[in-house]
C-alpha cells in the first residue's frame, strides 16, 4: 500500500515537497516512481529513485528542479519540488516496482500505486 501526500496549492517559483509512505510491501527491495497527469495530458513519469536509493532518474522537464530521496527506516519516499511552474500542475502518484531497479523506470509496470495528491501552482 503506497499513501501519497504533501498537495497543495502555491504560487509559482514556490516549493512542496511531497511524501509516499510505503506498506505492506512483500519484498524488501522495490524501486519507487513518482508520475503525474494533468487533464488533457497523457501521464507522464517524473523521477524514479533505485532500490536501494543509491541512484535517481529524472525527466527533463523537472531535472534541476525537482529532488528525489528515500528514507529506507522509514519506508518513506519524498519528492522536492523548487520553483514550480504552473506547467507543474497535476496530479502525483507515487507507485512501486518490486525487485531490483535503477534508472529509468517510467515505462516499467509498477506493482502498486498510490492515490494521487493533487499540486496546484498558479501564476
Known amino acids: 500500500q503506497l499513501q501519497a501526500s504533501g498537495g497543495g496549492l502555491v504560487q509559482s517559483g514556490g516549493s512542496l515537497r511531497l511524501s509516499c509512505v510505503v506498506s505492506?510491501?512483500?519484498?524488501?527491495?522495490?524501486?519507487v516512481t513518482w508520475f503525474r497527469h494533468a487533464p488533457g495530458t497523457e501521464r507522464e513519469g517524473v523521477s524514479s529513485i533505485s532500490s536501494t536509493g543509491g541512484s535517481t532518474f529524472y525527466a527533463d522537464s523537472v531535472k534541476g528542479r525537482f529532488t528525489m530521496s528515500r528514507d529506507i527506516a522509514k519506508n518513506t519516499v519524498y519528492l522536492q519540488m523548487d520553483d514550480l511552474k504552473p506547467e507543474d500542475t497535476a496530479i502525483y502518484y507515487c507507485?512501486?516496482?518490486?525487485?531490483?531497479?535503477?534508472?529509468?523506470?517510467?515505462?516499467?509496470?509498477?506493482?502498486?500505486w498510490g492515490k494521487g495528491t493533487l499540486v496546484t501552482v498558479s501564476s
Open positions: 505492506g510491501f512483500t519484498s524488501d527491495y522495490y524501486a
Open positions: 507507485a512501486a516496482k518490486a525487485g531490483y531497479y535503477s534508472g529509468n523506470l517510467f515505462d516499467l509496470r509498477h506493482d502498486y
